[in-house]
């Protein structure tokens, strides 16, 4: 049955954070293709907007419900200055949240790239640099768990899910990425800054002592939610100022530039809508750190709700706006990761026994 108050660590409560995220990133889904294909608004503006709108809404709850508070395994002074040490890799991390957020809607910008192409790669190195990141930890005796061969079978079909289109040559049109200088420093500046953050992640969750007086999964979440704020709209800042006294112009500069000086109508719905990828961003750090599992298994889990999510959005916006339907190759696609569940829930279920053993849940 199914229980609305979850006990940390259970298959319940990661079922109800993969629902959430499942919920709210089909929203994002819709909302991105309205608003640029229905509306007519151009990807930049819509960039500006929503990120405005999702990281004011995330900041603003971790503010006032004080999430920030953060219990510390080793305080630092520095003159006359004290704080956590956990500060010394959390603001990184935010720093690298602020990376991976614009250049994910940035990729996607691109005429004549595939659409395709650049989600491909972009979640098949995401589940990739999970599994990494749980080889490095395990070497350096931070992960004290193993990774099943249930995971390992669920990276594999995975990868083969999000690869299937281009190794079989699908259509999705669009040249080559990496014959774009532009395209492939956007790409590497992703990967590297996920890379980054999701060791910092795994880290500081296999670093937690057992006994805690704070849900520390809220508190990194808020510390980099609040660094990430701060740096996209300072940046951001200084790029419109730049701009404007420089007079630089571009396909993307230029309306980058005017969504600030000029803002387009129904921007206040894109911010409105774009609240939704605010709420995503919760239950995606929260899957990224769940409790007892391993990186390989939470960012399967991750990818895979956004990959299942996506193809719901595409269903939907074809059913009321008349969007182009998923292509056969597409279902062949789900198939797989429904196969990568599949050896996730057997994965599951050893882990739940292995916890329970260990008194870890």
């Known amino acids: 049955m199914w229980k609305l108050k979850t006990e940390d660590a259970s298959t319940e409560r ?71 040490s956990e500060l010394l890799y959390i603001i990184p991390s935010g720093i690298m949240t602020a990376v991976v957020v614009p250049t994910t809607t940035l990729l996607y910008s691109f005429k004549g790239i595939s659409v395709m192409v650049a989600m491909t790669i972009m979640r098949g190195s995401v589940i990739i640099i999970g599994r990494i990141v749980d080889a490095i930890q395990i070497k350096l005796g931070v992960l004290k768990k193993k990774v099943y061969w249930e995971e390992n079978m669920g990276v594999i079909f995975a990868v083969l899910a999000v690869s299937l289109k281009i190794l079989t040559g699908g259509s999705g049109g669009g040249a080559n990425p990496f014959t774009s200088t532009p395209v492939m420093v956007i790409f590497f500046s992703y ?66 530039v005017k969504s600030f000086t000029n803002p387009v109508p129904r921007y206040g719905s894109a911010m409105f809508w774009g609240c939704a990828y605010g709420i995503v961003a919760f239950f995606s750090v929260f899957l990224f750190m769940f409790k007892g599992r391993t990186a390989t298994f939470a960012g399967l889990v991750n990818r895979l709700t956004s990959l299942v999510a996506g193809t719901f959005s595409t269903l939907l916006f074809a059913l009321i706006w008349g969007g182009k339907w998923p292509e056969i190759i597409d279902w062949i696609s789900l198939f797989f990761i429904f196969i ?12 739940m026994v292995e916890l329970k053993i260990k008194h870890e849940v």
Not at 195 to 214: C, D, F, G, L, Q
Not at 234 to 246: D, E, P, Y
Not at 340 to 351: D, P, Q, T
């Open 14 to 84: 990661l079922l109800q954070f993969v629902g959430g995220y499942f919920f709210f990133y089909i929203i994002t889904g819709i909302s991105v293709k309205y608003f640029q294909d229905v509306v007519g608004m151009h990807s930049m503006e819509y960039l500006v907007y929503s990120t405005a709108g999702s990281t004011l809404l995330a900041t603003a709850i971790v503010l006032v419900l004080r999430w920030y508070k953060l219990e510390s395994i080793r305080m630092i002074t520095w003159g006359s200055f004290t704080f956590p």
């Open 191 to 256: 990967i590297i800054a996920y890379a980054i953050r999701i060791y910092i992640m795994n880290y500081y969750k296999n670093t937690r002592p057992k006994e805690s007086h704070v849900d520390n999964n809220k508190s990194f979440f808020a510390i980099e939610q609040i660094v990430s704020t701060f740096t996209i709209w300072a940046v951001s800042g200084i790029l419109v100022f730049l701009a404007l006294k420089n007079n630089w112009t571009g396909e993307r500069m230029t309306p980058f």
């Open 340 to 351: 990568a569940v599949g050896f996730l829930s057997r994965a599951e279920k050893k882990r």
